[in-house]
């Protein structure tokens, strides 16, 4: 267990750039924007009178937006990561170091794997959360400078935070879940192709996808490869849907994560969950038997 946490740790620390200083740059360049947006004052709002900008519903749904945005950077993060991890020590001598102690290719593998689901999320989840935070604080200051605009009280506040925030985190991590084969799939050929892993994880499923239309001219059925990825691509839930709910003041957060939870096709999950761990251990075994330290 101690050589699973070291490989975990070693893995942050190798990819700390990434997943750590990137998304405090992001957030600096977002507050300076904000700063400057303030200082200019060219913010104006043309409401009619009586109106009111925010709201507790109005936060929630920003709130949504923030972990909606922070999840399509951990997806491109975590593909561009598995697109390297399972060669990337290949290159120098932290096979040889590994294989020392020794510790087999399928626990470096899993160690590279869980690395891509625990820590760099839980990161991302934290910034998201420090995001919103500093859109509070914005809404506060714009407040003070318009009163056509109502920033959340306190507990209000941390209220819709707290609930967004259980809500973004099962979002994150059925994410995660939901998209795991596509990572998996980049993460396998890594260890055939090592940094080609990325031009190849797109043009292989786009050819099959191209003879599966061409022998299936003149009728819909015949592309399995083409409905499991349009499938997956889909998502869950759409962003109409989860809007609906969140503007509702009869439903909220709550009901946004029922609504998550309704949507996934569950049999596609499990079946995807497969296809990564057998990836995961085809991997390993080809690393074992051709692949020297």
Do not use: C
């Not at 797109?202 to 399995?224: C, D, K």
């Amino acid at each position: 267990m101690r050589a699973l946490f070291a490989l975990i740790k070693r893995e942050y620390l190798e990819h700390r750039i990434a997943f750590f200083y990137a998304p405090i740059f992001l957030i600096v360049v977002v507050m300076a924007g904000i700063v400057l947006l303030l200082t200019t004052g060219r913010s104006e709002f043309d409401l009619p009178a009586g109106a009111v900008l925010a709201s507790p519903q109005l936060y929630e749904v920003i709130i949504g937006g923030i972990f909606g945005i922070w999840s399509v950077y951990l997806l491109i993060g975590l593909f561009f990561y598995y697109a390297d991890a399972f060669s990337a020590d290949r290159r120098n001598n932290a096979l040889l170091f590994w294989k020392s102690m020794p510790q087999s290719d399928l626990k470096i593998l899993t160690g590279k794997s869980l690395s891509g689901i625990t820590i760099f999320p839980a990161l991302i989840f934290v910034f998201a959360v420090l995001t919103a935070l500093i859109v509070w604080g914005m809404l506060l200051v714009f407040a003070a400078q318009h009163p056509v605009i109502a920033a959340p009280e306190p507990y209000a506040a941390v209220n819709s935070l707290g609930r967004m925030g259980v809500v973004g985190a099962a979002y994150f991590g059925l994410t995660l879940l939901w998209y795991a084969p596509f990572l998996a799939w980049v993460a396998g050929l890594s260890t055939l192709f090592r940094r080609w892993s990325i031009p190849l994880a797109i043009l292989i499923p786009a050819v099959v996808i191209l003879l599966e239309f061409l022998n299936s001219l003149g009728r819909s059925t015949g592309r399995p490869v083409a409905g499991f990825l349009a499938r997956r691509l889909e998502g869950f839930p759409n962003e109409e849907q989860a809007l609906a709910v969140l503007t509702n003041p009869l439903e909220g957060p709550p009901a946004l994560l029922q609504l998550i939870l309704d949507s996934i096709d569950w049999w596609q999950m499990g079946y995807g969950l497969a296809f990564t761990a057998v990836i995961v251990v085809l991997a390993s075994e080809y690393r074992r038997r051709r692949i020297e330290a």
